[in-house]
């Protein structure tokens, strides 16, 4: 039950975009379509951003867009504002198991 | 408005037991798969266990196989985590989370409940 790869820190200035990775295995991400995208302010508990690889729920905004190739998955957001700044978790579901990504935190300059 | 409240986190020692509960409203609790997702102080998440809706699929994370229990009480709307053997590694604020139906995303979290073993 391996973690998912993310890189630990990400930044962008107001308006730009930002892509943040998130790698796993072909037993998780690159074996399913079940991956998820999680934010989160400190103090706070995670809000659902993506789930299965590109799909929002009621309410996220269009800023937010998740892909896949092979193993990789990433979360683009576009049109940065300060309230995206948080830690953002990756998802994927594997067999027996749910893994999560070590997490980024996502900085607006 | 779906609400997940968590109760039951306190200190223990190393070596003891704690129950957690989740109490579930504003949906048909036994429809959907629940998990139990726990955050050390300062880290990432880390998932720890799922129960599916009718409690016929379980699972748990390797580091807590053989120790800990996840249960439901769809008659209650109740998600329950029993914790034996605590070790200090398992302090942690303990969230659970619905699934979005048919799905393993986790669309709706509770607010957390710390659990700190030490002695």
């Known amino acids: 039950q391996s973690a998912l790869t993310q890189p630990p820190s990400a930044s962008g200035s107001p308006g730009q975009s930002v892509t943040i990775s998130c790698t796993g295995t072909?037993?998780?991400?690159?074996?399913?379509?079940?991956v998820s995208w999680y934010q989160q302010h400190p103090g706070k508990a995670p809000k659902l951003l993506i789930y299965?690889?590109?799909k929002r729920p009621s309410g996220v905004p269009d800023r937010f867009s998740g892909s896949k190739s092979g193993n990789t998955a990433s979360l683009t957001v576009s049109g940065l504002q300060a309230e995206d700044e948080a830690d953002y978790y990756c998802?994927?579901?594997?067999?027996?198991?749910?893994?999560f990504g070590g997490g980024t935190k996502l900085t607006v300059l | 408005e779906v609400q997940l409240v968590e109760s039951g986190g306190g200190l223990v020692q190393p070596g003891g037991s704690l129950r957690l509960s989740c109490a579930a409203s504003?949906?048909?609790?036994?429809?959907?798969?629940m998990n139990w997702v726990r955050q050390a102080p300062g880290k990432g998440l880390e998932w720890v266990s799922y129960?599916?809706?009718?409690?016929?699929?379980?699972y748990y994370a390797d580091s807590v196989k053989g120790r800990f229990r996840i249960s439901r009480d769809n008659a209650k709307n109740s998600l329950y985590l029993q914790m034996n053997g605590l070790r200090a590694e398992d302090t942690a604020v303990y969230y659970c989370?619905?699934?979005?139906?048919?799905?393993?995303?986790?669309?709706?979290w509770g607010q957390g409940t710390l659990v700190t073993v030490s002695s």
């Open positions: 989370a619905r699934d979005l139906y048919g799905d393993y995303a986790h669309e709706y």
């Open positions: 504003g949906f048909t609790f036994s429809t959907y798969s």
């Open positions: 129960i599916s809706g009718g409690s016929s699929t379980i």
């Open positions: 072909s037993s998780d991400v690159g074996a399913y379509n079940y």
């Open positions: 299965e690889v590109t």
């Open positions: 998802s994927s579901y594997a067999v027996n198991d749910n893994r």
